[in-house]
Each structure stands twice: as structure tokens, then as C-alpha cells.
Nanobody, 115 residues
């Protein structure tokens, strides 16, 4: 069973930046980030495969960047130009496809964008 451990959430003002990290206990070909805002369904934010191929939700294109360090089994999410509507619990995910979540989930980390 692969475990995912996230870090890096917090409170930031609109227009600010945050960086999330997720480390897996084993190698996973596709990893990504999903988020769930209060009262809403969990949604895909971005995914990346081991070759570096990425997929982004339209709402974050140009603002968020996913990257990974395969040697460390770690994926990163750099979030810039944050908006209040980005407020959500962000979950690391692994084992799925570029457009569908896999069975491995992190515990979630809160990101709050507010002045």
C-alpha cells in the first residue's frame, strides 16, 4: 500500500503564492492534485506522469505549475496569483490517469486565500 504525505498548505492573501509538496512511499507513474471546496465535489487540479507530461484544469492554467522529482517520489504544486476561489482542501493523488483519480490519496492540506 502506497502512502502519500502532503505539506505546504496555509493562509495567503489574494495574489499570493504557495507551494505544496507530496511524497509517496513508493514509485507511482502518474501523480496529481485534486481539491475540494466546502459544499462542492472534489475536482481535478493537475496531474503529471513520470516523463513530465502534464494536464491542468482550465481554472488554474497559467497560475499553477506541477512538477516532480522522480528520485524522491515527490510531486510539487506551485500556486501563484491565488484567488479566493482557490480556497479548498488540496489532496495529493496517485495511481490514476491524467484525467482520472487513482486509488491513493493523501490526507489533504488546507489552502485558504483571504485578505
Amino acid at each position: 500500500q502506497v502512502q502519500l504525505v502532503e505539506s505546504g498548505g496555509g493562509l495567503v492573501q489574494p495574489g499570493g503564492s504557495l507551494r505544496l509538496s507530496c511524497t509517496a512511499s513508493g514509485s507511482i507513474f502518474i501523480m496529481g492534485w485534486y481539491r475540494q471546496a466546502p459544499g462542492k465535489q472534489r475536482e481535478l487540479v493537475t496531474t503529471i506522469d513520470k516523463t513530465g507530461y502534464t494536464n491542468y484544469a482550465d481554472s488554474v492554467k497559467g497560475r499553477f505549475t506541477i512538477s516532480r522529482d522522480n528520485a524522491k517520489n515527490t510531486v510539487y504544486l506551485q500556486m501563484n496569483s491565488l484567488k479566493p476561489e482557490d480556497t479548498a482542501v488540496y489532496y495529493c493523488n496517485g495511481g490514476g490517469t491524467l484525467v482520472r483519480a487513482g486509488r491513493y490519496w493523501g490526507q489533504g492540506t488546507q489552502v485558504t486565500v483571504s485578505s
